[in-house]
């Protein structure tokens, strides 16, 4: 079964501090890996998209990086703002038959940035 | 519209009722999906439509669900019978191009059915 894990499940930290978000996946064939922002009742919004040749992509202070050879990911945030405070899934395109890209969600990694 | 517009955002229905949630995406936008999201999970895959036919089903739990799309705009997902178990937070989301590898998904805010 394809899946899509994210580490840690949850994570607090101070405004102002860093912190590195986990993902690891099982999907193939792989097209894509997405880094969504979903904020407590709202849909989620696409931070970052990656094929597999890229290596890292920046969005502002979000920085994604893949390894599609070990299948892993990260979501690197700097200088982190209250505003942060959200669930943040990674999103991995697996390519089916008709060539459409399904997206498989993660469970998401909820951050908590505390003043 | 703007943006992808989901209606109502929330429902409250007793068990055994049916339901329906609209979905409406950009304009423009030929594929649509449409998601399941438990509380604290992320969203799980139901339907996928390309224009007006639903062209991968398979995560339709079972057949109390159904989904139409008869314009190839505006989307209903109908549950029949409802059960508590239906309970969570159902997501709309549309894009340009579905074969696109660097296409962009983009989500409405949801419809939360609560079954009592």
């Known amino acids: 079964k394809n899946q899509v894990e994210q580490s840690p499940q949850s994570l607090i930290i101070l405004e102002g501090k860093n912190c590195t978000l986990q993902c690891n996946y099982t999907v193939s064939p792989f097209s894509n890996l997405r880094w969504y922002k979903q904020d407590t009742g709202r849909g989620p919004v696409s931070l970052t998209i990656?094929?597999?040749?890229?290596n890292t992509k920046s969005n502002g202070r979000y920085t994604a990086t893949l390894d599609a050879d070990t299948k892993q990911s990260s979501l690197h945030i700097t200088a982190s703002q209250l505003s942060d405070s959200a669930s943040y899934i990674c999103v991995v395109s697996e390519v089916v038959s008709g060539g459409y890209n399904k997206l498989i969600f993660g469970a998401g990694t909820r951050l908590a940035v505390h003043p | 519209g703007a943006g992808v517009s989901q209606t109502p955002s929330n429902k409250v229905t007793e068990k055994g009722k049916y339901v329906e949630l609209r979905c409406d995406p950009i304009s423009g936008h030929t594929a649509l999906y449409w998601y399941r999201q438990s509380l604290g999970q992320g969203p799980e895959f139901l339907i996928y439509?390309?224009?007006?036919?639903?062209?991968?089903d398979s995560g339709l739990p079972n057949d109390r669900f159904f989904a139409v799309r008869p314009e190839g705009s505006v989307s209903t997902l109908k549950i029949q019978r409802t059960e508590r178990g239906d309970s969570a937070v159902y997501l709309c989301?549309?894009?340009?191009?579905?074969?696109?590898?660097?296409?962009?998904?983009?989500f409405g805010q949801g419809t939360r059915l609560t079954v009592v």
């Open positions: 989301a549309s894009s340009l191009n579905p074969r696109g590898m660097n296409t962009e998904a983009f």
């Open positions: 439509f390309q224009g007006t036919g639903a062209a991968d």
């Open positions: 990656m094929t597999f040749s890229e």
